[in-house]
């Protein structure tokens, strides 16, 4: 069984940065993907970035390139997502998720979950 522990969010003007992480307590990596997933009120759980552990390969919504970060720190089994130039339409409750394999953007292939973090962008 898979826990992950998120940290992070908050509420940030339009234009300002968050950083969120998440620790990860799988047992190996060495075919773990881990990855972030947003919902806001109404909307459909949506796919943010992901990280494939090895080889470390990094994949992003179009709606967030450029303005996103994802990283990790292998000793401490965490994946930081640095978002900077915040928007308004980036408020919404981020997921944390990992799942043993490939990269994938549909949320129900990711078997493991955090319990979410509230980020509120204002204008």
């Known amino acids: 069984q898979v826990q992950l522990a998120e940290s992070g969010g908050g509420l940030v003007q339009a234009g300002g940065s968050l950083r969120l992480s998440c620790a990860a307590s799988a047992r190996t990596f060495i075919t773990f993907t881990m990855g972030w997933f947003r919902q806001a009120p109404g909307k459909e759980r949506e796919f943010v970035a992901a990280?494939?552990?090895?080889?470390?390969?990094?994949y992003y919504a179009d709606s967030v390139k450029g303005r996103f970060t994802i990283s990790r720190d292998g000793a401490k089994n965490t994946v930081y997502l640095q978002m900077n130039s915040l928007r308004p339409e980036d408020t919404a409750v981020y997921y944390c998720?990992?799942?043993?394999?490939?990269?994938?953007?549909?949320?129900?292939?990711?078997?493991?979950w955090g319990q979410g973090t509230q980020v509120t962008v204002s204008s």
């Open positions: 998720t990992g799942r043993y394999g490939g990269f994938v953007t549909i949320h129900h292939e990711y078997a493991y």
């Open positions: 990280l494939s552990w090895r080889p470390g390969n990094t």
